[in-house]
């Protein structure tokens, strides 16, 4: 720890531009009216030659029912959702033209929230986190440079709400099908002495889920203590959740779809069972009621804005996070050498494979420092700074119960330590070359060493034994980006940016490899150009884009030595795309709009590999990646009352990169239906999803298997994760 505290003080990292306005009351009173804090140094503007989209408070407040931050994002361009539980709530991910959360860099005021081992944000581990955003903006492609895990596809930027300068408060309900429900209250002291502000927010919502036992259980707070003061501004921030989901990563086959699609494998609890002829047949004879994650992650932040005078700002941010957590499964017929141990004697009999339970945990500490300068005159704004962060975490696994050795005294069966450290440093600037084109460059140096010591949880057969790791890899990455923004008029713009994105593998990429071919880093070039019109009436954008890869880490359908799915690096594959957005306000309570994407996402020279039998494939489509990603809402606004329809359509999707027909998840058609009324401080709110009961699979996983000894012999299996037919889910917030 003392070579992390060394590194943080030495480091100067991501800016927060949160500001402050002198507002002179009748009784000469000076105050602060603070305004929401926005984290520029990871926000495109309006001049940056970077695609985005944003939410704005507004719009989050009123689609905001309990549902997971993945979930408020599905309208936007290129975005598809998908929600184990089939609900929204719980294990929720999202996909932006194609690429996977892993891939998605994600940050709270600056700070990163992807786990810095699998690169994923496990967004129930801070369960109702939208209920305290003020506003969120989802770049497309590289982004701009920012604190965490690279952006290879996506970056998503997200704000605290700013404090209240009045004391207020905030009641909220919702309660709708699948005994889904939510409890909010959250509360503002508004300025204190001038100077102060203290606020709170404590948040409970469950639900039972559409899949079978698909529960969530899921607590949350947050607290917000700001001092304020002429050009210095500094807040303390906690917020965190415990969360209790009962697991739903297994998916249902193509014949549970037609019979019981809402059927959850998981928990199952295998046995003898008498038949009705009276013979005895092995079967499932009940499920496990605490088959589990369970996980308690705790959040800090205090931010420093310092602002020198109207051209210089210094801003920093020093961050922990802590997490603690297991799940715990129910786990049939098992043998105990598959989790190193030797055969157990009871009494005259040796067992050596039963029905046990699991328990896999970790803990984890994640501390850093962002902090940048900002220099802003009228032709140019300069942003420097970068980050520092340390994450130290523990994996650990024990085997708590065998069915037939009750005397069995728990036991851990492996046990391994990562070590992650994380520099960063980046200069951008904005120059206004004329009055009408600017110029943005960026350059980001970055610099990772990970660590990874100790036995897995997989056994490794070619040993006898449990895997072993012993990892320990440096990455030093030099990312530029350059990018020029045209405007002739006021009406319309053009703009253009090539820009360089590199990414380190994941722990899953180390762990679940064949002994000694381990992964290298990715690289990626994202050229970016697009037109811009706005007028009164019309907002429209057309972006054309080009993602060429090198080296992308994809899955391959081979199996490793511990015999899990195995990720390689491709040479060559690309994403190139139109996306197409257009907003037409035709009168002042009638809003329309419409968004489409429209792409190509190849593999070059795809080889597969099954049964170790490999296969050339040749130009193959990437998994999971649409060609077509469109969607379209209607809104209607009057006297206190709004009205919105929208629909997302989503073309077929393969579930593996060898472009197989019965490997596929069809295309959907959803569409929901959002209509609150609004009287005075209260506001009523219901959301009817899936209206039109599509009964569609936002997500799922496959693989083949040979019979023979070509590829005419190749058989599949498959599972899919399906969503909620029509539900209803209503609100009721008060305000004060």
Not at 60 to 85: A, H, K, R, T, Y
Not at 231 to 251: C, D, E, I, N, Q
Not at 293 to 298: A, E, F, H, L, R
Request: charged share 20%; net charge negative; proline share 3%.
């Amino acid at each position: 720890m003392k070579r992390f505290f060394v590194l943080s003080a030495a480091a100067i990292a991501v800016c927060h531009n949160a500001s402050a306005e002198e507002v002179t009351l009748s009784d000469s009173l000076t105050i602060h009216t603070i305004e929401q804090v926005n984290i520029v140094t990871s926000r495109a503007t309006e001049k940056s030659p970077i695609p985005h989209t944003e939410l704005s408070y507004e719009q989050i407040e009123s689609c905001n029912f309990g549902e997971d931050i993945p979930s408020l994002l599905s309208s936007m361009p290129s975005v598809v959702c998908s929600s184990e539980s089939g609900i929204g709530i719980g294990s929720t991910s999202f996909r932006v033209r194609g690429t996977d959360p892993t891939r998605i860099n994600v940050t709270l005021n600056g700070v990163p929230m992807n786990d810095a081992e699998t690169h994923s944000v496990y967004w129930y581990d801070t369960p109702d986190l939208i209920s305290s955003v003020g506003s969120v903006q989802l770049q497309r492609g590289v982004g701009l440079s920012t604190a965490g895990t690279g952006a290879f596809g996506a970056s998503l930027a997200m704000n605290t709400l700013a404090p209240q300068v009045n004391f207020s408060g905030r009641a909220s309900l919702s309660y709708g099908s699948f005994n889904t429900q939510k409890q909010e209250v959250a509360i503002s002291s508004g300025l204190l002495g001038g100077h102060w502000t203290i606020d709170g927010r404590l948040s409970h919502l469950s639900s039972d889920g559409y899949v079978d036992r698909a529960k969530s259980n899921l607590h949350s707070y947050l607290f917000q203590a700001g001092y304020y003061k002429g050009g210095t501004t500094l807040k303390l921030l906690s917020f965190g959740g415990v969360a209790k989901v009962y697991l739903t990563y297994t998916g249902v086959t193509a014949e549970q779809l037609e019979s019981d699609r809402r059927y959850n494998p998981e928990g199952e609890i295998w046995g003898y069972r008498p038949t009705a002829s009276g013979e005895m047949e092995y079967a499932v004879v009940g499920y496990f009621d605490d088959h589990t994650d369970n996980y308690t992650q705790i959040n800090n932040q205090l931010i420093l804005n310092h602002r020198f005078s109207d051209s210089w700002q210094l801003n920093a941010t020093a961050h922990y996070t802590y997490g603690n957590g297991y799940y715990l499964n129910y786990k049939n017929d098992q043998k105990l050498s598959k989790y190193g141990f030797a055969p157990i004697a009871v009494g005259s009999n040796t067992v050596e494979r039963t029905n046990l339970l699991r328990r896999k945990s970790m803990t984890n500490h994640f501390g850093g420092l962002v902090a940048a300068a900002r220099y802003n005159s009228r032709a140019l704004q300069l942003d420097f700074g970068g980050s520092v962060s340390l994450y130290d975490g523990v994996h650990f696994g024990t085997i708590s119960a065998l069915e037939l050795a009750p005397d069995f005294a728990e036991a851990e069966y492996y046990r391994n330590a990562t070590t992650k450290y994380d520099c960063s440093l980046f200069a951008r600037a904005d120059l206004s070359i004329t009055e009408r084109l600017n110029l943005y460059a960026d350059l980001q140096f970055r610099h990772i060493t990970h660590t990874i010591a100790g036995v897995n949880d997989n056994y490794d057969p070619t040993i006898s034994a449990m895997q072993r790791l012993d990892i320990d890899r440096n990455y030093n990455f030099l990312n530029p980006k350059l990018g020029l923004y045209y405007t002739p008029n006021d009406h319309h713009a053009l703009y253009i940016s090539a820009a360089v994105g590199q990414k380190e593998p994941t722990r899953n990429n180390f762990t679940d490899i064949r002994e000694g071919e381990y992964p290298t880093a990715e690289q990626m070039l994202d050229l970016e150009g697009g037109y811009t019109l706005k007028s009164k009436v019309v907002t429209a954008n057309i972006n054309l884009y080009y993602m060429l890869y090198r080296n992308q880490l994809v899955q391959t359908g081979e199996l490793s030595d511990t015999g899990e799915l195995l990720s390689r690096n491709i040479p060559k594959s690309y994403r190139r795309g139109v996306e197409l957005m257009v907003d037409v306000r035709a009168t002042k309570w009638l809003t329309l709009g419409a968004n489409a994407t429209l792409s190509q996402n190849h593999i070059l020279d795809y080889v597969d590999n099954i049964d170790g039998t490999a296969f050339e494939r040749g130009r193959t489509t990437i998994a999971y990646s649409p060609a077509i990603i469109a969607g379209a809402y209607i809104e209607a606004a009057t006297h206190g009352f709004v009205a919105r329809l929208s629909t997302r359509y989503v073309s077929k999707q393969y579930l593996t990169n060898g472009q197989y027909e019965d490997l596929t998840l069809p295309r959907y058609t959803v569409s929901d239906l959002n209509l609150a009324y609004t009287l005075g401080k209260v506001r009523f709110g219901v959301k009817i999803g899936n209206l039109f009961n599509a009964h569609y699979c936002a997500s799922g996983y496959g693989g083949s298997w040979l019979e023979g000894p070509t590829l005419a012999d190749r058989k599949s299996w498959a599972y899919y994760f399906p969503q909620a037919t029509t539900s209803v889910l209503a609100n009721i917030t008060v305000k004060w």
